[in-house]
């Protein structure tokens, strides 16, 4: 990335980026603050977040952090408020907190059942509960959404509640994206698969492999690939793009 102003397409934009602290959120964060974009960092690991503030604002960008557990309402709410205070408004959301775990139906209690769903869907509808307000003044807003390949073709080696999940969230960037598109704001997602994040470390080197195998464009994805999708349907070269959901696993699955 570079400071050319050429190059900042979120000039005097702010965006809430939840789980910020590792992987796809802290990678979108850093991108997007380095073409001008001022970031709240969100997520429950205050160290993690605290170093990609300390990232962004050694490059001359703004950032706060804000450690919250996404899947309290009164919590998101408490982060929205704080941002809006600090920045005056919110332009870009990406919903990028999630839980997966490995495992079998069997493996799966009922307080996993909740916690996947309170952070994998419910926090999505809390968060952009809260932004709806502020967006609809502007007429403008960006919100992006993670999904997952198992949201479209089902659970492989994850328990089974978090495809059902990331097909929620599907479902509900559509619903967004029909409520609020008069209002000139869009509502994407995208469906990555084999991106190689902290996430899944479940993955032994004999499994990334096969995967690898499989895929027509013969590696895995990485966290640069996911961040340049995010960019692009959070920025207003996306501006009639709203209700999608965008694979990204290189060709594995095609709809």
């Not at 807003?141 to 089902?154: C, E, L, M, Y």
């Not at 899944?200 to 340049?228: C, F, H, N, Q």
């Amino acid at each position: 990335m570079t400071n050319n102003d050429s190059r900042k397409n979120f000039k005097d934009k702010v965006a809430i980026i939840t789980g910020a602290a590792d992987g796809m959120g802290r990678r979108v964060a850093l991108d997007m603050a380095a073409e001008g974009a001022k970031i709240c960092a969100v997520d429950i690991n205050k160290k993690g977040i605290d170093l990609v503030k300390e990232k962004i604002q050694a490059m001359g960008e703004q950032c706060i952090s804000a450690q919250c557990d996404v899947s309290s309402s009164k919590k998101i709410d408490e982060m929205v408020q704080r941002t809006v205070d600090v920045f005056g408004t919110v332009d870009i959301v990406v919903n990028s907190a999630g839980l997966l775990v490995a495992g079998s139906i069997e493996d799966t209690n009922d307080e996993l059942i909740d916690r996947i769903l309170a952070i994998n869907l419910k926090s999505i509808l809390y968060l952009t509960r809260a932004i709806t307000p502020i967006m609809k003044v502007k007429k403008y807003g960006r919100i992006v959404n993670i999904a997952s390949i198992t949201g479209k073709r089902g659970d492989n080696t994850t328990v089974n509640v978090y495809g059902a999940s990331k097909g929620a969230v599907i479902t509900l960037t559509r619903s967004t994206a029909r409520e609020l598109g008069p209002f000139g704001i869009t509502c994407n997602a995208i469906a990555p698969h084999a991106i190689m994040t902290r996430m899944m470390r479940y993955w032994d080197e004999e499994k990334k492999k096969k995967v690898a195998d499989i895929i027509p464009l013969k590696r895995l994805g990485t966290v640069e690939d996911i961040s340049s999708l995010i960019m692009f349907l959070a920025s207003d070269r996306a501006s009639f793009i709203t209700g999608e959901t965008i694979n990204i696993n290189g060709g594995y699955y095609m709809d």
